[in-house]
Every structure is written in structure tokens, then in C-alpha cells.
């Protein structure tokens, strides 16, 4: 099943918002359609501050993200949006359960 990697983080500015998210945006279609395992990208922004967003990638695995982390283009691919926010922490989850809309089947973990 997939692993999903969240990366907490808050803006240095609020007036760099347009600025962080068109960097996150450009980062988001590089790596999605060259980096090896990645399945979508997604930046969710917190309803009551501002200031906070959680960046929200599906890998095919654990190991598909930790060999982007470590490749040499990986600093290369993100570090432009270091100008605009700090990452606060990782937590990476594993999917235990899912139902998607139109099937009867279930998928469960094999963890």
C-alpha cells in the first residue's frame, strides 16, 4: 500500500504566499513527472493560520521517498521554496485501510 509523507512547515512571511505557492507548484510538476515512485503531490494550507502548510506526497513506498531524499537533485528540486518557509517536522504514514468510490473491493495492508 502507499506511504504518505507530510512535511509541516510555516511561511517566513505572509506576503510571500503567491511566491511559495507558485514554488511549490513547479516543484510539485518536476517531480511528479520525473522522479521514479512518486504517485501526486499535494500542498494543504491550514484554515486557521495562515502561516501553516503541510506538504502531502503519495510514494509507491517508503523506499521510493527515502531514495529521492538522498539523491543529489532532490536539494537542487526543492531548495528555492527554503527561501520563503521552514519545514517544521516529517511524519511519514503507511496506508492501513482504503475504499475508493465506484468498487466494492477493500484494500487492506499487508504490514
Known amino acids: ?23 511549490f507548484e513547479q516543484v510539485s510538476r518536476t517531480v511528479v513527472n520525473n522522479v521514479a515512485g ?10 486557521s493560520d495562515p502561516y501553516a502548510y503541510i506538504m502531502l506526497s503519495e510514494w509507491q513506498d517508503k523506499d521510493a521517498w527515502a531514495t529521492w531524499q538522498q539523491a543529489p537533485i532532490h536539494e537542487a528540486q526543492v531548495g528555492g521554496m527554503q527561501q520563503y518557509w521552514k519545514g517544521q517536522g516529517v511524519k511519514i504514514f503507511t496506508t492501513a485501510f482504503c475504499v475508493e468510490p465506484g468498487t466494492n473491493k477493500e484494500q487492506y495492508s499487508t504490514i
Open 38 to 47: 512518486i504517485l501526486r503531490d499535494e500542498l494543504i494550507q491550514d484554515s
Open 1 to 23: 500500500m502507499a506511504t504518505h509523507v507530510l512535511i509541516f512547515g510555516r511561511l517566513h512571511r505572509l506576503e510571500d504566499k503567491a511566491a511559495f505557492e507558485a514554488a
